[in-house]
């Protein structure tokens, strides 16, 4: 079945760059995933890559996808506190209902 | 607002009573989906609409759980007999068609006592 896998903590310092690392199962996505969680609240969709794209830049952040490795990747640039809080990627299943797979989520704690 | 809703934002319950949630979902958005998420974990799903009709269940969805969208706009999920392992938020996403994204609601927190 599905799996997806992430990383469960990163820290960085404020203005420095922050990769946030995903690896995936289902090499027929169409479409992969970002989603940014703050405390307490619901998902909030950050980008998205479609599968036949190796990048994708969006301001501060950029979607690198390498669908051989089946490795999936967030870069968020000067990274600021208001960026602390938990990241998710996801990957729908390719038939059916297209119900997301996530991962357990990335705690990104950003020090001042 | 013309996202996705959901209410109550959080609810605290005893062991043993029964809870409904409701989802609003975007418009004109056919296709609904219920997830719940655990602490530490991320979403997973439990169940999905398309208009009315209920097409997949998880096997998270136990038999004291159960949704409906009768008019294939809102949604509600009631979970009867409730146990201290239900306490989780519960996530309603929304979508148009059936590649497209799916956009989250704020969620349900449940805490049982």
């Known amino acids: 079945g599905e799996d997806v896998e992430q990383s469960l903590f990163l820290s960085v310092r404020e203005g420095d760059s922050s990769v946030i690392n995903c690896t995936y199962t289902d090499s027929s996505s169409t479409y992969l995933y970002w989603y940014k969680q703050e405390p307490g609240a619901g998902l909030q969709l950050l980008t998205y890559?479609?599968?036949?794209?190796d990048m994708k830049q969006d301001q501060r952040l950029t979607v690198l996808l390498n669908k051989k490795d089946k490795h999936l990747s967030l870069r968020i640039a000067d990274t600021q506190t208001g960026d602390s809080a938990i990241y998710f990627c996801a990957e729908p299943t390719s038939v059916g209902t297209y119900k997301y797979i996530f991962g357990t989520g990335t705690r990104l704690k950003v020090l001042a | 607002d013309t996202g996705v809703s959901q209410d109550p934002r959080h609810k605290i319950t005893k062991r043993g009573q029964n809870v409904t949630f409701r989802c609003d979902p975007i418009?004109?958005?056919?296709?609904l989906y219920w997830y719940r998420q655990t602490l530490g974990q991320g979403p997973e799903f439990l169940t999905y609409f398309q208009n009315e009709a209920q097409l997949e269940k998880s096997r998270l969805l136990s038999d004291r759980f159960s949704a409906e969208r009768p008019k294939g706009s809102f949604s509600t999920l009631e979970i009867q007999r409730t146990e201290q392992g239900d306490s989780a938020m519960y996530l309603c996403?929304?979508?148009?068609?059936?590649?497209?994204?799916?956009?989250f609601g704020p969620g349900t927190r449940l805490t049982v006592l």
């Open positions: 996403a929304s979508k148009r068609g059936s590649t497209d994204t799916q956009y």
């Open positions: 418009s004109e958005h056919n296709r």
């Open positions: 890559i479609f599968s036949n794209m």
